[in-house]
């Protein structure tokens, strides 16, 4: 019988089954391996610089590549980090955390049969993280406004709101409700992917540029109200995220050995001692997107010894991408497609299985896989806000927003995954931020003229 201990919320889990610290290490080290100058240039001289390049369209922040690309062939690492961060100011961690297949690499024209794409995103990498060992700056402030705009959320779209706006000249105020800035890249991420503390790097960088502060353990229609933020300052912008975990609707959700992929992923990027995390021997995770693929990796190079990943349709209608699907499978991931949880198997208060219908056949044919930790990543939803105001304008329990990323609410801007219609990737969020910085902009100068 498995081990149990206690977690945060007092339940009892599985007791964490100890690696060596060097297998921790090489386990959750960076998965990408940078490029060199040498190798940088190599690669940015494969790209054909096309003009009206598919890669630049694929790309939610519209950054030049092309242009980016050429610079590091021409040695010019640093002009191409300031292309880069004009248009994306997290371009760092979507250079990490992007899913590039699906987006500029899957549009390069030279992703063929018998070609492969520019690595972009390892370009990008090159790039930025260069510019940063160098300490180059590239934004200077506008001459104050006068103006102060409160940003609801330290993560990537209230972050990038908050550097446009600073850019401008307004004097930007950050509401957050964590003991650090970053939100999904600092919690949320796997930790293979933002190794070496970056996201807190990023955003130092961020901050650089001066006219923001950050406010951090304030929750926004708890410790101060949104008609307070509309009364102390002259625009608003939401980017608050999404905080709270959709449950898979069965019995026995609040058993020991159950627990919600995101929390567990802010419980681990956050532990000091890798050894002292809950690990199941029997794992099943229920979801087949990016958090499902992020815990069921994570799980597994923590030691668990057996990990399922549940989806109820088949491997063409994953979130996840392909690729990312074949990391899973290749770190001993196994993935069950067209599997249906309908009940959970409890014992003294413990998960011990999770009984699933076969999605994909008529009749009521069902089987049961064994597990001493359940993990939920089937998404999250909006964490309602008393507004002390009128409420929102919603969507499918999300922010409704024009295209200029405005709300129901005059004065009030939102923007990333809070919003409908998003996509609920970084890269996006960030360019909402900087549309929704510009939106501000003109409308808080408009009423001064």
Request: hydrophobic content about 40%; some cysteine.
């Amino acid at each position: 019988m498995t081990a149990l201990t206690s977690n945060s919320a007092g339940q009892s889990v599985p007791a964490g089954h100890r690696l060596s610290e060097a297998d921790y290490q090489t386990n959750f080290s960076d998965i990408h391996t940078p490029l060199d100058a040498r190798s940088a240039i190599v690669e940015a001289d494969r790209c054909y610089y096309c003009y009206g390049a598919p890669c630049q369209t694929a790309c939610p922040t519209d950054i030049d590549v092309p242009s980016f690309i050429r610079m590091i062939s021409e040695k010019n690492e640093v002009g191409a980090a300031g292309k880069i961060l004009s248009e994306n100011i997290m371009g760092g961690t979507c250079a990490r955390a992007c899913p590039v297949e699906t987006l500029c690499e899957d549009a390069c024209v030279r992703n063929t049969e018998d070609d492969r794409p520019i690595q972009i995103g390892l370009l990008q990498r090159f790039a930025t993280d260069r510019a940063s060992e160098l300490g180059a700056k590239f934004f200077t402030r506008k001459a104050a406004t006068g103006y102060s705009v409160a940003v609801v959320g330290a993560g990537p779209a209230g972050l990038s709101c908050a550097h446009r706006l600073a850019t401008l000249g307004h004097d930007v105020v950050i509401y957050e409700a964590q003991e650090k800035s970053g939100g999904l890249n600092e919690y949320g991420l796997a930790a293979y992917k933002m190794a070496g503390d970056y996201a807190q790097k990023e955003v130092e960088n961020i901050l650089s540029i001066g006219g923001i502060s950050i406010k951090h353990g304030i929750k926004v229609g708890k410790d101060v109200s949104v008609a307070e933020l509309q009364t102390n300052h002259d625009a608003v912008f939401m980017g608050v995220g999404l905080g709270t975990s959709k449950d898979i609707q069965l019995d026995g959700e609040d058993a020991s050995g159950v627990l919600n992929a995101v929390d567990y992923i802010h419980q681990l990027r956050q532990a000091k001692d890798l050894g002292q995390l809950p690990v199941g021997q029997d794992v099943v995770v229920i979801g087949g997107g990016m958090t499902a693929i992020d815990i069921a990796i994570q799980i597994k190079r923590l030691g668990a010894a057996n990990v399922t990943m549940a989806y109820r349709r088949g491997k063409e209608h994953m979130n996840a991408s392909i690729e990312e699907q074949e990391f899973a499978l290749n770190e001993g991931v196994h993935i069950a497609h067209w599997a249906k949880p309908v009940s959970l198997q409890i014992e003294q208060g413990t998960i011990t299985g999770v009984e699933f219908k076969k999605a994909n056949v008529e009749g009521n044919e069902t089987y049961i896989t064994p597990t001493d930790m359940l993990f939920k990543a089937i998404g999250q939803s909006l964490t309602p806000i008393n507004m002390g105001t009128t409420e929102f304008v919603k969507t499918s329990g999300k922010y409704d927003v024009d295209n200029e990323l405005r709300t129901s609410q005059l004065g009030i801007w939102a923007g990333g995954d809070c919003v409908a219609g998003s996509d609920d990737l970084a890269v996006s969020a960030v360019q909402d931020g900087k549309l929704a910085a510009l939106s501000i902009d003109k409308t808080l100068t408009q009423s001064q003229a």
